[in-house]
T-cell receptor
């Protein structure tokens, strides 16, 4: 069965500092991996996804994530945090043959001025 | 950019009553989904729907739940007899292709509160 673990339900970084949100997954087959962002009172917006090919994936708003099979990780990073990055971030996994997405519990990112 | 729209944004219902949550997927999309997020918990898959039938459903999606595409634009989730534990944010999503080769686009959600 697939699962996602996000380390840290809350992460605080200073504006301009590196953002690192951790995600580890479990899957019996090669996974599809996703990061979604949820701003207050809004739906889920896809930041980036990994399916096959290049393991470093670039997404919107300057975010990127690297698929590391040996570590079963898909951590999300951004070199320099902006106040507008404050939101809830969800890591998610799916098998290629399935439609359903399995989400992690989410990490709320706080940006300190 | 096309959007998935959900109505209402907030629904308050008495326990035991039926509720219908409505979604208008992106117009050329063929695959439709419902997810829910209980306050403070993770987003959970409920059901996927294609070609006028359910393709997959989770354990949560019991006999109290049903989905329907009554016309060419709407996709609805019905909860027949609501329980307190049905209180959650319900998200609709749609995609143009199956197997996640195209991303699922999510609506802003309907917050369902059961009294």
């Amino acid at each position: 069965a697939q699962s996602v673990t996000q380390l840290g339900s809350h992460v605080s970084v200073s504006e301009g500092a590196l953002v690192l949100l951790r995600c580890n997954y479990s899957s019996s087959v090669p996974p599809y991996l996703f990061w979604y962002v949820q701003y207050p009172n809004q739906g889920l917006q896809l930041l980036l996804k990994y399916t096959t090919g290049a393991t470093l994936v670039k997404g919107i708003n300057g975010f990127e994530a690297e698929f590391k099979k040996s570590e079963t990780s898909f951590h999300l990073t951004k070199p320099s945090a902006h106040m507008s990055d404050a939101a809830e971030y969800f890591c998610a996994v799916s098998e290629a043959k399935d439609d359903k997405i399995i989400f992690g519990k989410g990490t709320r990112l706080h940006i300190l001025p | 950019e096309p959007e998935v729209t959900q109505t209402p944004s907030h629904q308050v219902t008495q326990m035991g009553q039926e509720v219908i949550l409505r979604c208008v997927p992106i117009s050329n999309h063929l695959y439709f989904y419902w997810y829910r997020q209980i306050l403070g918990q993770k987003v959970e898959f409920l059901v996927s729907f294609y070609n006028n039938e359910i393709s997959e459903k989770s354990e949560i999606f019991d006999d109290q739940f049903s989905v329907e595409r009554p016309d060419g634009s709407n996709f609805t989730l019905k909860i027949r007899s609501t329980k307190l534990e049905d209180s959650a944010m319900y998200f609709c999503a749609s995609s143009s292709l199956a197997g996640l080769s195209q991303p699922q686009h999510f609506g802003d959600g309907t917050r369902l509160s059961i009294l």
